[in-house]
């Protein structure tokens, strides 16, 4: 298996995962977005809510906000050693109180731990008119995407197989391909069809260019025929802030890998007995 990274950045990721299987491959994308794990807010105790929305509402919006998660600090509550009563290494404590008339941002939030802070603080909450107020204390703990969406700590998480585009000698160069081609991968060369250089990874592979083709000659085999490599695979994976793209990646791998060495293990141990 080999992993070609064409953008990497703290949100973004784009990168081709050669000689793998279609299984691996989504293996791999649901590791990365329900087997990370991320801090979200969990519980939340309300002292005051006249606002528009219910408590549940507003603890729903809450739990939504993405919060920057170092993972070498914490833990899962079931693997603490408090037992999972909170303490510093599986929770975080944020409190707000806000009073109308004004628009609750995410930025009112205010975390117990100044080393943990929220991605971002303009996100609107609820909007307090005249006299309206909430105060509450929320807990953040760690979770998985798996659990619950707002553990995921991906935006966007996906892959395609790799386009494979095929010209053959009988192209007379007509150009009905390129005009058809809505990621304007195609170009005339010559006087044949051709990819545009570093533009293969954009096909779709929609194969509205074959439809045009076919359409030159009926009863004939279209002079481009696009397929797919069932061994690579084109991935896209975007944050959503609380931890860097590269770190969702390895964490991905380190699930698989777990799993595969327990199963082995396990495997093992019953051929062992048998």
């Known amino acids: ?143 998985i995407g798996k659990n619950h969406a707002k553990w995921q700590p991906t935006n966007a998480c996906g892959y395609k197989e790799y386009p494979v585009i095929t010209v053959s000698e009988n192209c007379d160069g007509c150009g009905m391909c390129i005009d058809e081609c809505p990621r304007g991968v195609l170009e005339l060369k010559g006087k044949t069809m051709g990819v545009v250089e570093g533009k293969l990874e954009e096909c779709s592979i929609c194969r509205l260019c074959e439809k045009a083709c076919m359409t030159t000659g009926i009863g004939e085999e279209p002079a481009i025929t696009v397929s797919a490599d069932s061994s690579r695979f084109i991935f896209v994976v975007e944050s959503d802030g609380s931890i860097p793209v590269l770190t969702i990646i390895e964490k991905g791998l380190e699930f698989i890998r777990k799993q595969s060495t327990d199963l082995s293990d396990t495997l093992s141990e019953i051929a062992g007995v048998n």
Do not use: W
């Open 1 to 143: 298996m080999q992993i070609e990274f064409a953008r990497i950045d703290d949100d973004a990721a784009r990168f081709v995962l050669s000689d793998a299987t279609p299984a691996f491959a989504n293996a791999m994308r649901r590791a990365m977005i329900g087997e990370v794990p991320t801090l979200a807010i969990e519980d939340v105790r309300t002292y005051d809510n006249s606002s528009v929305l219910f408590d549940e509402i507003l603890a729903h919006r809450l739990g939504l906000i993405p919060i920057k998660t170092d993972l070498s600090r914490f833990v899962l509550q079931s693997e603490c050693s408090c037992g999972g009563e909170g303490c510093p290494l599986c929770m975080v404590s944020f409190t707000m109180s806000v009073e109308g008339p004004r628009t609750v941002l995410s930025s009112d939030l205010i975390s117990t731990d100044p080393d943990t802070k929220l991605v971002h603080d303009d996100i609107p909450i609820v909007k307090l008119f005249e006299g309206q107020k909430v105060v509450l204390e929320a807990r953040a703990v760690l979770g």
